[in-house]
């Protein structure tokens, strides 16, 4: 059975930094993309970063460019989301998905990249004070 479950999200105040991390459990396929999302309250879901399991090519949204980083372990079981540099409107639940195809880690700025994904952990929420 496959898990994937995050952890890091915290309370900072603008301009810090955090690092979540994902990890991955029970799967015994090569699961292409790792996708990192967010959804605010009132908010759709939005992805912020996805990564190749396989050659590590990475992919971010344009509002995290700059500032977030996603990364994998040589073991490529947990996948990290170093964020740096955040404001308010970074505050969310983030969500790790797992068992993208590829492309989908192409279009993970895109509305549709979420439905691609075949697992997703509970979420890590990430709070920014002003």
């Known amino acids: 059975q496959v898990q994937v479950m995050e952890s890091g999200g915290d309370t900072v105040q603008s301009g810090g930094s955090l690092r979540l991390s994902c990890k991955v459990s029970g799967y015994t396929g090569n699961y292409n993309c790792v996708g990192w999302f967010r959804q605010a309250p009132g908010k759709e879901r939005e992805g912020v970063a996805g990564?190749?399991?396989?050659?590590?090519?990475?992919y971010y949204a344009d509002s995290v460019k700059g500032r977030f980083t996603i990364s994998q372990d040589s073991a490529r079981t947990t996948v990290s989301l170093q964020m740096n540099n955040l404001t308010p409107e970074d505050t969310a639940m983030y969500y790790c998905a797992a068992d993208g195809p590829r492309a989908a880690c192409g279009i993970i700025g895109q509305k549709a990249a979420g439905t691609y994904f075949g697992h997703w952990g509970q979420g890590t929420q990430v709070t920014v004070s002003s």
């Open positions: 990564i190749h399991t396989t050659g590590g090519t990475t």
